[in-house]
């Protein structure tokens, strides 16, 4: 069974632009859920898909959003770019979010360095 | 979701078990533990998780206390390659925490030769 891909792995974009990144999780997983790794706050949670709605959100600002599609892809954007952002931002599914079976799996990540 | 505390370092030899403690005092009812583990900025690592009782899958096993305040995870013939950030999580089955894992600081596992 093929793992979570994201794409793309590496990218590196300038203040004030805008930035998508994409995930596609393991078939069958319904959940998708985004986080942002950097070294001074380590692994945050951004926000959770589930069936194309956004059931969860973390304490991050209006410029990250995301959506998921009726496949469970789901992509994530971050307007208006900040020095700040550059992180790693990891995608990870789960068959349903909740209850029994709330393991997630992680993507290996998009790099965004923010010039 | 509970906090938890985790030592932020061990260290073990090739071979020998690994023995990783966590506390989660607060921990409720409905709260799972999670275990993840993340090697050199790859993705975090799904290991284990339970509720209340002991579990043992192919790479590790979870140890849960009685009152459930706290849990060790064993992995029992560490390697070199399970050299990681250790994660312990404590999270509830749905509302506030759909989808969501509170990672901690983590203990750094350093398996020695």
């Known amino acids: 069974k093929a793992g979570v891909t994201q794409t793309p792995r590496y990218l590196i974009k300038t203040r004030g632009q805008q930035v998508t990144l994409s995930c596609s999780p393991i078939?069958?997983?319904?959940?998708v859920s985004w986080y942002q790794q950097t070294p001074g706050q380590g692994l945050q949670f951004l926000f959770e898909?589930?069936?194309?709605?956004?059931?969860n959100k973390g304490n991050f600002p209006g410029r990250f959003s995301g959506r998921q599609f009726s496949n469970s892809r789901s992509e994530m954007n971050v307007s208006t770019l900040e020095l700040g952002d550059s992180a790693l931002y990891l995608c990870?599914?789960?068959?349903?979010?909740?209850?029994?079976?709330?393991?997630?799996?992680f993507g290996p990540g998009t790099r965004l360095t923010v010039l | 979701d509970a906090k938890t505390t985790q030592p932020p370092s061990m260290d073990c030899a090739e071979g020998r078990a690994a023995n990783l403690p966590c506390n989660h005092s607060?921990?409720?009812?409905?709260?799972?533990v999670y275990w993840y583990r993340q090697i050199h900025s790859q993705g975090p690592q799904y290991i284990i998780h339970?509720?209340?009782n002991n579990e043992t899958n192919e790479m590790a096993s979870l140890i849960i206390t009685e009152d459930r305040k706290s849990s060790t995870l064993i992995l029992p013939h560490a390697t070199l390659r399970d050299t990681a950030v250790y994660y312990c999580?404590?999270?509830?089955?749905?509302?506030?925490?759909?989808?969501?894992?509170?990672f901690g600081q983590g203990t750094i596992l350093t398996v020695h030769p």
């Open positions: 990870a599914s789960s068959r349903t979010g909740g209850g029994l079976y709330n393991e997630q799996f």
């Open positions: 078939s069958g997983h319904r959940s």
């Open positions: 898909y589930f069936s194309e709605t956004q059931r």
């Open positions: 607060t921990i409720s009812g409905n709260e799972y």
């Open positions: 339970g509720l209340k």
């Open positions: 999580i404590v999270s509830n089955a749905g509302g506030t925490s759909y989808g969501k894992l509170t």
